[in-house]
């Protein structure tokens, strides 16, 4: 077979010329190679072509293409790019498996050829071998499922229902989460909710405790949850998972044509978890890591059990809280958040805390490329030490600040990520990211709006849509160094006698006076008071509780236009440059109002969202409502009296 082949070499591949059979390489430690044929390819590579025909010979393979090609390479001191190796063999079914793991795993350019040969006529024929999708183990999906139920006992046919659906579908491996709301989690939903529906429909000031006893009427408590994670599928799996000939099959099996890597697995997914048999629900929400870990502080749900199923039950060395925690994105998954201990002289363990790495900081080139340098770095100065690796880089743009600033434990809301370098029990070196600012010049007041115009079509409200997603933004980075923020990073070596110190700057170790950690953040908070006083102002009304109340001021204030207003064409005189309550220029403003604050007899000039969550209301003796003409004027539109001259007043 080896000696056919020779004579037609470029059945395997076009261009390769033999050079040899059974060539002799020496070698200083081990056994001697003798390649089955040494070849090279068009662009001059050595290609080591390894002959097998039969299953029980194929199981060799691997072995003997590692120890040809370090043979290789130090016989002719040839680098890895300069060298390819191909298996042939008439059988596969051995070998198939060792094969993918070795490409899998492999920096060599590898290929398997299956060739069969006519005992007539000694034609060959090859095809070129595929290799399996190889098993990474563990691999929770990034997305989730909420089911919540009205009863305990709700809860627990929910429960069987999952088992079921997933048993038909063979689904095997999969996690369910069961939590308890939080005592008023139902009450703060119901004034949300009620507070959301009375800005949607135009009405200002404070919701009557009729129209909130009326959507609590409509409204079920749901107070049990089944959080539903199960493994990652391939694409092949999630369609059989879905019963053929049927129209939901048909519409998945379209998504191939024009759908591929997450967006394709995330919409497979879906359709093979709503095909029949259904989970029993009363009501039902997406999930991701980002909303599960906002479930536990921030709503205040709690964990009752942790349900099992497949490999996740049999494997008894995984803990509840580490299945937690890779749930909240823990392992990189979420794009949020990793945590990792690893050995820096364990290449398994390196090569995938570096995967994880890219994985937990999608959006945030600059700390991937610093974690990257600095765990590579750190393996060279301690390679006999550990590397504890913690990411959280929450990536909410603009609303880091205003998170930071109002939440009761805001610090755990600052991006950062440290790694700490011990040997034997003792701290080395620490890693630590900052996010730092990019000069010292305060922000202008106008900053806030700018970042509306350009990221959110000048809407807040589109700005507070992400938080139904737990406020994940791609763009996060692009928008805080908007704001004057960047992504940085310092080092602290821990061997001498004093600390010292060292910040990265233009992609190297400058060495500085000792670093606190946040202190440079509080800085750019203590220089922006201003800008970040009308964050505050503008978001902090729309929060309620765990709810984000949504509602455009401008469109609520248009409700308040009163044409007989607009027709006297009277102006303000002398418009203020600020908002009295958010300080926001209202010179970025559609309208503005002169009136009444609804918690006070005080009276102020106040901006779009200051008017609404504020004010006490448009009309005579309460307030009275401008908008901006183009000419830049401020013509009154609401408000006045119903007196055809309203000057002397």
């Not at 072995?63 to 130090?74: D, L, N, P, Q, T």
């Not at 399996?132 to 139920?149: A, F, M, N, T």
Request: charged share 25%; glycine share 8%; with cysteine.
């Amino acid at each position: 077979m080896r000696d056919l082949l020779v004579t037609k070499i470029s059945i395997i591949e076009k261009g390769l010329v033999a050079l040899n059979t059974e060539e002799y390489i020496p070698a200083s430690i081990g056994t001697r190679s003798f390649i089955d044929i040494l070849a090279k390819d068009t662009r001059g590579r050595w290609v080591l072509i390894e002959l097998k025909r039969s299953n029980a010979a194929s199981r060799q393979a691997i072995h003997e293409i590692y120890k040809y090609v370090e043979a290789v390479k130090s016989h002719f001191g040839a680098r890895d790019d300069e060298i390819r190796t191909i298996i042939v063999s008439t059988e596969w079914k051995e070998l198939l498996v060792p094969f993918s793991r070795f490409v899998h795993d492999t920096s060599i350019s590898v290929l398997g050829v299956k060739i069969s040969v006519s005992e007539s006529d000694k034609n060959i024929t090859a095809e070129t071998i595929q290799p399996l999708e190889v098993s990474s183990g563990r691999i929770l999906s990034p997305w989730h499922e909420i089911s919540l139920y009205t009863s305990k006992d709700r809860l627990t046919q929910g429960i069987s229902s999952y088992d079921i659906s997933c048993k038909t579908k063979g689904l095997n491996d999969y996690i369910m989460v069961e939590l308890k709301a939080a005592d008023g989690f139902y009450e703060d939903s119901v004034l949300a909710t009620a507070a959301s529906l009375h800005r949607i429909q135009g009405a200002t000031g404070e919701v009557s405790k009729e129209y909130i006893a009326e959507i609590s009427g409509s409204m079920d408590r749901l107070d049990y949850m089944i959080y539903f994670v199960p493994q990652l599928q391939t694409a092949e799996e999630y369609l059989e998972m879905i019963p053929i000939n049927t129209e939901q099959y048909q519409e998945a099996k379209e998504f191939e044509d024009w759908m591929e890597g997450d967006e394709l697995l995330c919409s497979l997914q879906g359709y093979a978890l709503d095909a029949s048999p259904r989970v029993d629900r009363d009501y039902f929400e997406i999930g991701y890591p980002a909303k599960f870990h906002n479930k536990l502080p921030d709503e205040g749900w709690t964990i009752t059990k942790v349900h099992r199923r497949g490999a996740f039950a049999r494997n008894t060395v995984l803990t509840d809280e580490t299945i937690l925690g890779e749930i909240a994105g823990d392992a990189g998954t979420s794009g949020q958040r990793l945590k990792r201990i690893i050995s820096l002289s364990d290449k398994a363990e390196f090569a995938q805390l570096l995967k994880d790495v890219d994985e937990a900081l999608p959006n945030n080139p600059v700390w991937a490329a610093m974690v990257r340098a600095q765990l590579e770095e750190a393996r060279v100065d301690f390679p006999e030490g550990s590397a504890e690796t913690s990411i959280f880089a929450p990536s909410t743009g603009l609303l880091t600040i205003f998170l930071v600033a109002t939440q009761e434990e805001g610090t755990s809301y600052i991006p950062y990520y440290t790694i700490w370098i011990r040997n034997k029990e003792k701290d080395y070196r620490g890693y630590c990211g900052e996010l730092l600012s990019a000069d010292d010049i305060p922000q202008p007041p106008k900053a806030f709006m700018d970042i509306l115009k350009k990221y959110y079509n000048k809407n807040i409200d589109t700005l507070l849509l992400t938080m139904t997603w737990g406020g994940y933004e791609t763009r996060d980075i692009d928008i805080l160094e908007d704001l004057g923020l960047i992504y940085g990073s310092f080092r602290c070596d821990l061997q001498g006698e004093e600390p010292k110190f060292s910040r990265m700057k233009y992609g190297r170790w400058r060495s500085v006076d000792q670093i606190i950690p946040l202190e440079e953040f509080g800085k750019y908070l203590a220089r922006n008071t201003r800008l970040l006083r009308i964050i505050i102002n503008k978001i902090s009304p729309r929060k309620r509780g765990g709810i984000w109340v949504g509602g455009c001021s401008d469109r609520q204030l248009e409700s308040a236009i009163d044409p007989i207003t607009v027709a006297k064409g009277n102006y303000h005189p002398c418009v203020p440059e600020d908002c009295d309550i958010c300080s926001v220029p209202l010179v970025q403003e559609t309208f503005f109002s002169d009136g009444c604050l609804s918690e006070a007899e005080v009276w102020a000039n106040m901006c779009a969202d200051c008017s609404v969550y504020h004010g006490a209301g448009i009309g005579w003796g309460t307030g009275q409502l401008y908008r901006q003409e183009k000419d830049g004027r401020w013509l009154m539109v609401g408000g006045s009296s119903d007196k055809e001259d309203d000057e002397d007043e």
